[in-house]
């Protein structure tokens, strides 16, 4: 364990590191809402995010440009996907972003198909984890995100090179 001084608005919070030798391949961090039952991932690669970690979830890296929010929303609407929450992030404008997208249902292979046709679009992933209200899998501590995070792929996801496929569950 390691205390940390970078400024947060959470009065508790995880943050883990991933390294290969000296290199950071990846970080993550985690917090609570409230109370335990209300986890959120708060930071992917230092970026700040807001990710609601239950269901399924689809997570993409992409261009920060105009017009994708619309095609995701178009193509999960043309596919009868419901989204139930939806989070952007970015580096820079104009730069890279991530978009983690909680769907009622998993997308057909299909759809996951076209959103990797779009090349300013990589890094497509679909994680099922826990639907709410399976207390076998309700984190109780802080220090249960770690497993949730790595579960999701989160680390593995955006430090593997575009041409790698990402871990799946």
Known sequence: EKRSNEPVTFNEWLHVQ?????????????????SPENPRI????????????SGVVLLLKNKDRPGIVGYLGTLMGK?????ASMSLSRDT??????????LDSVPPPEVLDEIQKDPD???VKVVKLYTPGDKKLVMIN????LVLLLAMGVLE????????????L
């Open 18 to 34: 991933v390294f290969r030798g000296d290199e950071k391949v990846g970080s993550a961090g985690g917090t609570f809402f409230g």
């Open 42 to 53: 708060v930071r992917v690669f230092s970026q700040p995010t807001e990710i609601v970690p």
């Open 79 to 83: 596919h009868n996907l419901n989204i």
């Open 93 to 102: 404008a104009g730069g890279q972003a991530l978009t983690v997208l909680n």
């Open 121 to 123: 679009i990589s890094n």
């Open 142 to 145: 802080t220090k249960k995100i």
């Open 157 to 168: 996801t955006f430090a593997a090179a575009p041409d790698q496929p990402a871990s799946s």
